[in-house]
């Protein structure tokens, strides 16, 4: 297990959770369909994503891998490239919980003891192309959206929350190789930029749940410490 649920950072109704599944040999096609229905008939309002592998994939790192079957937001894709199929879950899977399963069907949860060479290296290469392919565009598109519009004129939410609170957990990885939940990306962004300190805690505060109100100010915003995190990125900072 990855990702909020073991950072202590899950939230209900928002956050789902996620697996690495480790198989004893490759999953076929004629088995797809049972573990698309596994996913599918997860409690309401919470998806259980993941990713299959077999131990000679993990062995061998993301980089080695084409393609595995993947279930991304709850919809299962057969042969993924991209996804979750990166050295940061690898890097997560040495921070995570693993459960292995009896023969009689009994598991239990612990703190994985698991490591993999070039995990570190390969996160952070991982986060600084992140913020350079993905990031830098989406700002740059939400910028041209925002244009024309008031200052005070409200917006989504979640979106504020994604580019708020999603870059600094790539920079504290790039900086530090952390894997950070969002809630202490916010807590080392605002440490690192304490100008964006009140926007960075409406962002988490909304996160939990509190009903925040987002402005096209806020938005704008967002961006600024989005374009600080591609700066600190493209410096290679460490």
């Keep these: ?26 999953v076929t096609a004629a088995e797809l369909p049972t573990i698309a229905e596994l996913h599918a008939a997860a409690e309401a309002g919470t998806l259980i994503d993941g990713l299959y592998l077999t ?23 057969a042969n993924e490239n991209g996804g979750e199929l990166t050295w940061v879950t690898w ?9 292995t399963v009896s023969d009689e ?12 060479a070039g995990a570190l290296e390969g996160a952070r290469a991982f986060s600084r192309k992140n913020l350079l392919d993905y990031w830098a565009p989406l700002g740059s598109e939400t910028i ?7 200052a005070t004129a ?12 999603g870059p600094a957990r790539l ?23 304490p100008e964006f300190e009140e926007l960075l805690f409406r962002a988490v505060a909304s996160r939990a749940g509190e009903n925040v109100e987002f402005t096209v100010d806020d938005a704008r915003r967002a961006i600024a410490l989005l374009q600080r995190c591609i700066e600190a990125a493209d410096r290679g900072d460490r």
């Design 1 to 26: 297990m990855t990702g909020s649920a073991t950072l202590d950072d899950w939230r209900p109704g928002i956050s789902d959770i996620d697996l690495v599944l480790i198989t004893t040999r490759p």
């Design 55 to 77: 131990e000679a994939q993990l062995a061998a790192g993301p980089d080695a891998i084409k393609a595995v079957p993947q279930v991304i937001g709850g919809e299962l894709v």
């Design 91 to 99: 890097r997560e899977m040495e921070n995570g919980i693993g459960s």
């Design 105 to 116: 069907g009994a598991s239990s949860w612990l703190p994985s003891t698991r490591r993999f």
């Design 144 to 150: 041209e959206q925002l244009a024309g519009r008031p």
């Design 154 to 165: 409200t917006v989504n939410a979640v979106a504020v929350r994604w580019i708020a609170l």
């Design 171 to 193: 920079v504290a990885t790039i900086e530090r190789g952390l894997i950070l939940s969002k809630t202490e990306a916010a807590r080392f962004a605002s440490r690192k930029w």
